[in-house]
């Protein structure tokens, strides 16, 4: 009897199709996941160099993959404890869901550590400034006043300066030494103070007038940030508890009534809920910090 024929012919063309279909998911899956990790050490080597961390970009992304690890392997073990009904599809459900979610933590905080270390930057070039207008008046040149501030033992502003007299001393001119330090600061402060010397420069304006101006500018906007800052932190608030609450909410409920939540998990429905709910707090949480961050 042929072979297309008989009962072994299906299940020979299904075995052959699920083995295809399988080495092309797989093959995609090594190619999504090789370019995302590309693209996480790039990111990630440029954040490490706007915090100046000498650490190469591959431990961030092993320190990422061991806390998405050990938050998923805890996750199982808490549910396991506390859980009534313990289902190893809710457990690995769950600890997949907690892994996806503490997986970027490290990123986060770099980027948290350059938001906080732009704002301290910030906060000092007013000082810097009027320290550069006191060197200007005294007699120095501008490279003598900035090598001034350099020599200040105040970081994260005094290492930015330090960079900028290493490049002036390497031979690179003036305008291109503030121009890599815009690019690697990101301050709208400093661009403006970069503009003013390499205006005053070009022009030969008076450019210790010019650089007290800028203080007191720099300093309005700072004032006016922190009062912004102020009036909106309830609504930073709000977004912090509308994104917890209905996850506290959810963990209440399996203590008061498990079995009906247990119930909810298990249905189509109820998972295809909890993903539009997440998405919805997420796309809320996303809309309140968009309102409540304003631009000075």
Not at 116 to 136: H, I, P, T, V, W
Not at 212 to 217: F, Q, T
Not at 247 to 267: G, N, Q
Request: charged share 20%.
């Amino acid at each position: 009897m042929n072979i297309l024929t008989s009962s072994w012919g299906p299940s020979i063309c299904v075995l052959v199709a699920v083995t295809l279909a399988t080495l092309v998911i797989i093959d995609t899956f090594i190619y999504v996941s090789t370019r995302y990790k590309d693209r996480y050490l790039k990111e990630a080597a440029v954040e490490l160099d706007d915090v100046l961390l000498q650490m190469p970009a591959g431990r961030i992304f092993d320190l990422s993959l061991a806390i998405s690890a050990v938050c998923c392997f805890m996750t199982v073990i808490i549910f396991g404890m506390t859980s009534g009904g313990f289902s190893w599809i809710k457990a690995i459900g769950l600890g997949a869901i907690v892994a996806v979610g503490t997986f970027p933590a490290p990123r986060l905080i770099l980027r948290y550590l350059k938001a906080r270390r732009l704002s301290k930057f910030n906060e000092q070039l007013e000082d810097a400034l009027g320290g550069m207008s006191s060197s200007l008046k005294a007699g120095f040149s501008i490279n003598q006043a900035l090598e001034s501030i350099a020599d200040e033992n105040r970081p994260p502003i005094s290492i930015e300066f330090r960079l900028l007299i290493q490049e002036l001393r390497l031979g690179v001119d003036l305008e291109t030494a503030l121009d890599n330090m815009c690019r690697r600061i990101e301050s709208d402060d400093f661009e403006l103070v970069a503009v003013a010397i390499i205006t005053a420069r070009q022009t030969g304006g008076e450019l210790t007038s010019v650089l007290e101006r800028l203080a007191s500018v720099i300093r309005e906007r700072l004032r006016i940030h922190r009062k912004i800052s102020a009036l909106t932190s309830q609504g930073r608030l709000q977004a912090i508890v509308i994104g917890i609450m209905p996850f506290a909410l959810m963990f209440m409920m399996s203590y008061i009534v498990p079995d009906a939540m247990s119930a909810f998990f298990e249905s189509v429905i109820g998972i295809i809920s909890c993903v539009v709910a997440i998405i919805l707090i997420i796309l809320g949480f996303l809309s309140i910090r968009k309102i409540t961050s304003i631009k000075v």
